[in-house]
């Protein structure tokens, strides 16, 4: 079992960054590939970014390619977004997760999620 917990979502302008983390627990964490998703009003849940065990690996959607970016430290249990050059199509509810294989998160069907924090950009 792995518990998520995130925080740092909020309220910024355009063009200004946030930094989300995600504390995880669990006796194998280590082990998991973790990543982001989001959710914004009336839409589906989508893919953001994800790593592998050791965050050597990383993967990026295409519409924040080049703005966020993934990091982990497992001497933490910690993964962490960094998101800068924010849009308001980037306003979402951002959820983290916790999978066997990076593939299981960029597709949308980790083994484990958090409740979720959200970002709200305005102009």
């Known amino acids: 079992q792995v518990q998520l917990v995130e925080s740092g979502g909020g309220l910024v302008q355009a063009g200004g960054s946030l930094r989300l983390s995600c504390a995880a627990s669990g006796r194998t964490v280590s082990s998991y590939a973790l990543g982001w998703l989001r959710q914004a009003p009336g839409k589906e849940r989508e893919f953001v970014a994800a790593c592998n065990w050791s965050g050597g690996g990383t993967y990026y959607a295409d519409s924040v390619k080049g703005r966020f970016t993934i990091t982990r430290d497992n001497a933490k249990n910690t993964v962490y977004l960094q998101m800068n050059s924010l849009q308001l199509e980037d306003t979402a509810v951002y959820y983290c997760?916790?999978?066997?294989?990076?593939?299981?998160?960029?597709?949308?069907?980790?083994?484990?999620w958090g409740q979720g924090t959200q970002v709200t950009v305005s102009s």
């Open positions: 997760a916790a999978g066997t294989t990076m593939v299981v998160i960029t597709t949308r069907s980790p083994n484990y």
